[in-house]
Structures are given as structure tokens and as C-alpha cells.
């Protein structure tokens, strides 16, 4: 078994698909989703791990391919823009593994730990400043 983190990013035509649906039924593919985004009428993204053997995996993303589906590695998820951020710390509670974090609370300054990062990307919504950011 092979677990594959990775963005999709969904054309308007494909967000009305039922991919997961799909993905899970069709090509026995156990999906656990971080983040989604997906409007019928507009682009669309999604970031998941998929779990199955290395073939089953690459048929799933077959299937992606054919509805013309972006796929992407995950680890081109989260940008921390140091020189943005002014530590107001709205961030803070909508990170849920501590990647976001003040690692001294004499100076309440916020910092990013990309280890601890999942990509779920719920900072992005919650910066007012526009420190964090998506290449997707
Ligand atoms: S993407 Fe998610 S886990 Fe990563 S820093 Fe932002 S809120 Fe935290
Ligand atoms: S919300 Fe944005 S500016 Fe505020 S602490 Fe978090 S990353 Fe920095």
C-alpha cells in the first residue's frame, strides 16, 4: 500500500464530476481530503491523500488525467511569506497542527514550521495580509 499526497486542480467542466465518489468505487482507492475548494461553475482544487498499490493509484490518476484535471505534487502547497506577515495571529486557530506558532511568547512573534505542515490550507482564508499563499 502507497499513500500519495497531491492537488488536483479542476477545470469548471470537471467540478460537477463525482471524482472521490469515483476514485473510491471504481478504482478501490481509499481517499482522506485536506482541503477543498470546488464551485460547479467555476475552477476548482482539492488536496487529498489516496491510498492504494502503486497501480491502483496511477489508474485513479489516469482517470483524473482524462477529465483533464490538474495534478500536482502536494509539496508545492503552502507559501509563508515571512516579509508579509506582521504576527497579528489570526492565523493561529485555524492551523490545526501548530505549523503556525509563536515560538516565544516574549515576543509574540509568529513563525512557520513546514514540517509540521499539512497543506490544508485553511491559513490562506484567515490571513489578512496575504502572507500565506498556494501556487494552486
Ligand atoms: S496550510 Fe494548514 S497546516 Fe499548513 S500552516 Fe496553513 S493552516 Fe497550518
Ligand atoms: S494571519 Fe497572516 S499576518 Fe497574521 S500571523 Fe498569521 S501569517 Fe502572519
Not at 479542476?10 to 482522506?32: C, E, G, I, M, W
Request: net charge negative; charged share 25%; aromatic share 8%.
Amino acid at each position: 500500500m502507497t499513500t500519495k499526497r497531491i492537488h488536483f486542480k479542476f477545470p469548471a467542466k470537471a467540478a460537477s464530476q463525482p471524482v472521490v465518489t469515483h476514485l473510491v468505487r471504481d478504482y478501490n482507492l481509499d481517499v482522506n481530503i485536506f482541503h477543498a475548494r470546488v464551485n460547479q461553475k467555476e475552477e476548482g482544487f482539492m488536496m487529498l491523500d489516496l491510498t492504494g498499490s502503486d497501480q491502483e493509484i496511477a489508474n485513479g490518476l489516469e482517470y483524473l488525467k482524462s477529465l483533464r484535471i490538474e495534478i500536482h505534487d502536494a509539496d508545492i502547497g503552502l507559501q509563508w511569506d515571512e516579509t508579509r506577515c506582521t504576527s497579528c495571529g489570526n492565523c493561529l486557530n485555524h492551523c490545526p497542527t501548530n505549523a503556525l506558532y509563536i515560538p516565544d511568547r516574549s515576543t509574540m512573534k509568529v513563525d512557520y514550521r513546514s514540517d509540521k505542515c499539512v497543506e490544508c490550507l485553511n491559513c490562506i482564508d484567515n490571513c489578512p495580509f496575504g502572507a500565506c499563499s498556494s501556487l494552486i
